[in-house]
């Protein structure tokens, strides 16, 4: 399965993927607001989890490539999570954006999660979706509420990490999207 949008491509992931993800998610640039993102351990787990809710939900992240390139630029996706924070987050759909630092603040990712919205919400009907970002990362929390999310509460993973939780209304997707 493919999304494609007017600059994008997103598709499924494979296994080739997991040493792309973790050169990007490991460069300083990106990993500051991931935790321990860079661990290779603890990648290879986010990355079989992520790609396990295909099996399971029908639904995860896709790998964002350019239109007509072979790069991968980052990955983002709608995903089944359980990180361990509330019942009111963990069985949820849960968004998430992560892109190489060179593509930052040229609206690739809110180019991408409004296809995914779409497809998501048009694939499984309306959902309350949830996010978790963490509270330095402005660009991202500025993206969220472009895309709909508003804040729950403030939260901390299992290791302590401090995050801020999201949640988006179901059907928002059928609202008129903002311009990110």
Not at 15 to 43: C, K, N, W, Y
Not at 54 to 74: A, C, D, T
Not at 121 to 143: D, F, K, W, Y
Request: contains cysteine; proline residues 6%.
């Amino acid at each position: 399965m493919q999304l494609q949008t007017e600059r994008l491509e997103l598709r499924l992931p494979v296994a080739d993927d997991i040493a792309a993800m973790h050169a990007i998610v490991s460069h300083e640039q990106t990993s500051r607001f991931l935790g321990r993102a860079s661990d290779p351990a603890l990648h290879f787990e986010r990355m079989a989890r992520n790609a396990g809710s295909w099996l399971l939900y029908g639904y995860g992240s896709f790998m964002v490539r350019l239109r007509g390139r072979e790069e991968l630029i980052g990955n983002c996706g709608i995903f089944h999570s359980w990180r361990g924070v509330g019942d009111d987050f963990d069985d949820n759909p849960e968004a998430g954006w992560i892109l190489g630092h060179e593509y930052g603040g040229m609206g690739y990712a809110g180019e991408a999660m409004r296809a995914v919205f779409e497809w998501f919400e048009q694939t499984h009907g309306p959902h309350r979706v949830v996010c978790m970002i963490a509270p330095e990362n402005r660009p991202s929390l500025r993206l969220a509420e472009k895309l709909g999310f508003t804040p729950m509460r403030e939260g901390a993973l299992p290791d302590g990490e401090a995050v801020i939780l999201l949640d988006r209304a179901a059907g928002s997707a059928n609202r008129p999207p903002e311009q990110v």
